[in-house]
DNA sequence: GATTAACCGAGACGGTACGTCACGTCTTTAA
DNA sequence: TTAAAGACGTGACGTACCGTCTCGGTTAATC
């Protein structure tokens, strides 16, 4: 996941590919080994208890082996976020509203074991003073609607939806409340919000 | 704003009225050059650059005295958000609709203004760390429902809405893809959005 | 020693002496702590021993106190070495030749007592690229000339020596030959070297 | 000057002639490549300034090449020094005053262009950790003295100087002042103090 | 009027983490 | 085998904050 130089999730540009690589490959197992200590670290203390130097100890690799990988500490905890939260598969029922409702069931299950997850809400502070980081993390969290954009789709291709619908709406509509009572209300998040979200979504 | 001893928001818990207070009292006006300095740092160079050091001297003020007023740095920078971030008032047009169009506009004029506002996000992540700032910050962002909630439940009064309206469900889905947009995917906050999220919630 | 912001072995300016101290004032026994901790890591590792992360915690002490100290490490270390190395005393047996002989022998001795201190080499590296730290050092090696001075003031006073002595000349003649025997050619220094010196400085 | 293994300045021990050479052969240039570079680096920043990174990036070699050649940075900055810091040659006037004085000019003005020149301070200090080093440097060192050593040696054989002259005394006498001055007081090193040194020296 | 107690500005305190740099070694591909 | 390139583990650096503590000095209410 990590890459030569650019920001977490970038693809690599084409490493000149003329020349080739010369000089000492890196490592091959340093970016597991790092990405493996760092989702440990976070798991044991949270974003604040992922220093750099703990981290480079705790993965048997140097400072400088970290941010030759990773620009910054926050691409590399994006990385980790991306490698631990695997996107979760969309259900294919053959019906809208069962698909969504198996999906928000997952997100909600998902959301309560995540229960005072820091990843998150600090990549979100991270990301205002970091362009690059802004715009891996635009990609990530928009990568996470595909599922839901992916039912979507389905519904649309086999005429259970109309042609015009809004998929971003839908979209936000579902998503936007769950994260909004997770991340700042702290409102409950249960099977029955989202149920109702969906019926919403697609009244 | 400030409090004697507990956390930013709470209201002060009758500070022992009964004895009355010996020794010194507390500056009276300490809590305004606080709080204006720590504006002026965050307009200046967000969260970031608010150091209490700068801060104590840009007040005017000693580093304890601020502690003494607030229990951590971030009680201080939510009572600051508290200060500039007037609530929008609620308009009363006698239409439900006309009035959530009215104030959804402002929340998109004032999101469009707080352009990479890094506070909310900063607050979000220490609240992690830090319940009792936590259920301040919960406080607070369910107080900025208010003028939501006030206008629905006019038009409950009004018989324009039924009375079995689900008000929290019809907040969420105009607040929470506002904030999902604004601090996760990045995507435009835009009237023509608002419009449409008002269409949905009231359809 | 330790001096408010002006570099080791510098007499302290005065320090504002009109608004008297503000603030907390520092730790009394810091310094003390601080160098002693300093001469311990020097006898077990020497120079290449003494980190700056290393020695604030032997001393029990943040990095901050010691910086704010001290200009530098090498400031420090100087004036570590002044704590150690205290003065030869001046011995008066009334003949000049006597007291060198007592001298030199004394300093024959330390010399094989300090055997591989890499202090000195250090601080000599170190002051050719800190003008502070150049002079400082300066001074601290032209003040250990104040013995052999003495001894021969005292000559020319009793007119054991001639009025046109020239004493300068007598001290580098005495302690010229034994710092480049030891810092440079590693060849011996011993008494009989001593005594050669100083029939030579006194002839 | 570099050697296969063996530390600066020694003399190179039969580099395994018989089996002749397998593989890739050295680069016959490299040595000079990367003594110029480091002169370079020398004069442009001092030790400070010449880190093995720069270094090799500067002379167009591995890193590699560079320990393959010599046993240490300081084994290479040795061998610097040796290249740049020709020997002054020995004057042939017939009179050993005179040569010395001519000798002692030499001196005087090479410390004066040598100014703050902070070579021979980092050997010394790096001679403490590094036992090959300090027997290179004290080899080095003691070689400096071979011109004024000649000086003394065609005066004894001229029968000028008696058989019993302690040339090493001598040596000392003239030389050791000088460092003494240069390196650690910083008093000023000019003809007239050279001058009194060799009165004295020959007294 | 004296005492007491909480406040005040200033700034030093012990900690902790940061990101950079240089070292000397190791591992590739190419000659 | 040696070359150039450059990644590797190690560990020190000096800075910047944090939130607390300690000064000498106010400023009331209480005695």
Redesign the interface.
Known sequence: MAVPIVAAGQAPPEPARVGAKRGRPRRADADDAILTAALELLAEA???GLSMDVLAQRAGVGKATIYRRWVSKEALILDALRTTNAPIPAPDEGNVRADLITYTDAVVERFGADR???VL??L??A???DDQL??S??DY??GR?ATIRLILQRGIDRGELGADT?V??VV??I???????H?????PVDRDFAH??VD??L?
Do not use: K
């Not at 998503?175 to 009572?181: A, D, H, M, Q, T």
């Not at 991340?183 to 409102?187: I, N, P, R």
């Open positions: 949270g974003v604040a005072a997850s820091d809400p600090h979100i502070e990301s205002c003073y802004r715009s993390l635009d969290l928009r609607q809004d971003d709406l936000d509509l998503l936007g409340p769950f994260f909004y009572r991340l700042l209300t702290g409102a109702r979200l919403v979504a009244r």
